[in-house]
């Protein structure tokens, strides 16, 4: 590879650290292209992509990009997950179902929200519902409070208006 390339290729993968909300740090070893190729539509539906890199390369960019990883996690084959939307629960149920089908991927560790998870905490993590899900839930909990608070008055003002209402007939 010349060294524009190299350059250009650099400074890509640096705004890619930069743009990705979290990562997840991936094994791949032993996974067939087909495997591959299924895995990253599924990573895509879930606004995520995962990447192959040279280490040496991809410890250049984080450093460029000021994030707080470590070189270890950069050791032997690895794939990296960038998760560009706000949701890491998707992709990270993604990569967990997949690894539980696929005994050739393994999840190493991720850096979600800029705090590292381990294996059994991205578990529990792949286990929640999706963002948007969770969200419109506390909206629920949240409403149902206030709405049966105007159900309740709404009853009162009614029983009353019938009651005063009956009075009246009674008093023609």
Partial sequence: M?????????????EEFKNAKHLIFTEYKGLTVEQM???RKKLREADSEIKVIKNTLAK???KK??????DEWFEGPIAII?????DFTRPV????????????????IGYL???LHDISQLKEIAQLPPYDEMVSKLI??????????????????????FTIKAIEDKKK
């Fill in 2 to 14: 010349l060294k524009d390339e190299k350059v250009k290729k650099l400074e890509s993968l640096t």
């Fill in 37 to 39: 190729n299924k895995l």
């Fill in 60 to 62: 250049i960019a984080y």
């Fill in 65 to 70: 990009a000021n994030l707080n990883l470590n």
């Fill in 82 to 86: 960038f998760c560009k939307g706000n």
């Fill in 93 to 108: 149920s993604v990569a967990y179902n997949f690894s539980k089908e696929n005994e050739a991927f393994k999840i190493k």
């Fill in 113 to 115: 929200d800029n705090k």
């Fill in 140 to 161: 629920g909990m949240l409403n149902s409070p206030v709405t049966s608070l105007v159900f309740t008055l709404k009853s009162i003002l009614t029983k009353l208006v």
